[in-house]
């Protein structure tokens, strides 16, 4: 993998000077990072990150089983081809990433553990000026550039969200979120309650229902599950006649699209349909017997929230093999023994881990300013998703939901170096978005339409997250299929976007 040399500079009295400043080196950052280098080779451009090293999600969740739920043919990048199963581990991924890093000579543009505080934008100067502590010697950094693309993700890595219930310091043994995992946790032979059953749960019980007394998965609603094999025949057959890995890249990407666009479409169309089939894989798995009714079948429709991918239905074998098992109930209290339900049931527990979710961070937690005036990011109109009004010379990558997030992040980095060029050429020193006079009276909503997406994370900050308007211009739409056409015919001329 690749070092972190660069971090043991000594920090510069004056701030260091970039064309573009990259926050965070995730899968976002070293996308971007490869795009700039690429399509704008003329700019000069840092990365800066926190951590010691990139990877950001998948360097910083270390429970055991982490993984992708996204096939990595469109998680990984459109640029570099991905050769192994679908379903990758996290350091699978870490070194997919290194090689990106490897390939491209991108490791002399990263500034490992700089984490930035703030960010303050002068309209004298076109310039932001950012404020950071590096993590070995603690010493300020200070760094200026004309653009900012913001790479830092959407939750906060620090810890993850836990609820508050009653009676939880009772509680006789340790409380982990799976985001904060201690290196030395040793589960083996202890009895588990895991509360929660999204992605992470969904991973995290295979991995240690092995070595585990018991693993019980509690949780208050179903989640969504596709079982499937952790393979592609197609990429397989392919790779058998030895086509080249570009091209076996290209065409497993189309055929997922293809396949992804058909459920979400019918996630929407026939809601109903979708939510039988899905409920029949896990039927196939689990037998007529089981009541799938009480501890599978959401609240909620199909791809409302993220549906877990479950390779091999391992979780689903864990269950048949009476190393897990799942109870759909409410907590009342935590005791000194375990978890008391609403039903009057008691969980014993040796350990509890929480798989209960983020919480969201908006632009890294970092204290925005323009001209000395803090910026509340809830006040602004998000520019698809990206950008801000009001808010100049600054892009943020938030990726899809219902497909891969590393999608947006090849889309949105050919739009920054489109972007950077056209202003070049016109002389711009500035790019603001801005409400068009035919969008002064256009109604201002939450960031996503609850009925659309409603994962717990995004509604308990929703308050905190960019408005949206009810014109595509003016809202993430999560539609990867429409944005890969519309976002390359944005015309930068448009009256959205305010130049000086
Ligand atoms: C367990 C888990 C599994 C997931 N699986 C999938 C999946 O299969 N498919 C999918 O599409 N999505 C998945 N996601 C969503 C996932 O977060 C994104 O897909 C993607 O990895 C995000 O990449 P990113 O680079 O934008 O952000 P991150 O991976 O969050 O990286 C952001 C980086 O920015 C750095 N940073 C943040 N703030 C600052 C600051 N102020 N100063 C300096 N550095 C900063 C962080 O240290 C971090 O390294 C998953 C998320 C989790 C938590």
């Given at each position: 993998m690749t070092g972190n040399d660069a971090s043991a500079r000594p920090a510069p009295q004056t701030p260091e000077h970039f064309d573009v400043l990259i926050v965070g080196a995730g899968i976002s950052g070293v996308g971007a990072a490869y795009h700039l280098r690429q399509q704008c080779s003329e700019k000069s451009f840092v990365v800066l990150e926190g951590?010691?090293?990139?990877?950001?999600t998948w360097l910083m969740h270390t429970y055991p089983g982490i993984r992708s739920d996204s096939d990595l043919y469109t998680f990984g990048y459109r640029f570099k081809p991905w050769t192994g199963p679908p379903i990758a581990s996290a350091g699978e991924i870490l070194t997919y990433m290194g090689e990106v890093i490897d390939e491209n000579d991108l490791a002399p543009h990263i500034r490992y553990g700089h984490t930035i505080n703030r960010a303050s934008w002068s309209n004298d100067e076109n310039l932001w000026t950012l404020e950071g502590t590096r993590s070995d010697t603690g010493e300020p950094v200070h760094f200026t550039a004309n653009f900012l693309w913001m790479c830092q993700g959407y939750y906060r890595h620090s810890e993850g969200y836990t609820p508050k219930w009653e009676g939880m310091d009772d509680f006789k043994g340790p409380i982990i979120h799976p985001q904060t995992w201690?290196?030395?946790?040793d589960y083996k032979g202890k009895n588990v309650v895991v509360i929660g059953s999204g992605a992470t749960a969904a991973t995290l019980v295979p991995a240690i229902a092995g070595d585990c007394g018991h693993v019980t998965i509690l949780q208050r609603s179903p989640t969504y599950f596709i079982p499937g094999g952790n393979k592609n025949d197609l990429a397989d057959q392919l790779r058998d006649l030895e086509v080249d890995e570009t091209w076996i890249h290209e065409i497993i990407r189309k055929q997922i699209l293809h396949g992804q666009r058909v459920l979400t479409r019918l996630s929407f169309e026939q809601p109903e349909m979708v939510k039988e089939q899905l409920l029949a894989g896990v039927k196939a798995y689990l037998g007529p017997d089981y009541d799938i009714e009480k501890h599978f079948t959401p609240k909620y429709l199909p791809w409302r929230q993220r549906i877990a991918f479950v390779p091999d239905g391992d979780i689903f074998k864990g269950i048949l093999s009476g190393k897990a098992s799942i109870v759909t109930d409410e907590i009342e209290k935590f005791t000194k023994e375990g978890i008391l339900l609403k039903s009057g049931e008691m969980l014993e527990a040796d350990i509890i881990m929480t798989a209960t979710g983020f919480n969201l961070s908006v632009l890294g937690d970092i204290d925005f300013a323009i001209d000395g005036k803090p910026v509340d990011f809830s006040e602004t109109v998000t520019y698809r998703g990206m950008m801000f009004t009001g808010v100049p010379n600054l892009l943020w990558i938030f990726g899809y939901f219902r497909a891969s997030w590393t999608l947006r992040v090849d889309l949105l980095g050919d739009f920054v170096c489109r972007l950077l060029k056209h202003m070049d050429k016109t002389g711009a020193k500035k790019i603001t978005p801005q409400l068009r006079l035919e969008d002064e009276d256009m109604p201002l909503l939450p960031w996503m339409d609850p009925e659309n997406f409603n994962p717990g994370y995004l509604m308990r900050s929703m308050h905190l997250l960019p408005k949206r308007g009810d014109k595509p211009d003016w809202q993430h739409t999560q539609d990867y299929w429409a944005e890969r056409d519309d976002i390359p015919a944005i015309d930068l001329e448009d009256d959205i976007f305010e130049y000086e």
């Open positions: 951590l010691e090293s990139f990877g950001g201690p290196e030395d946790l």
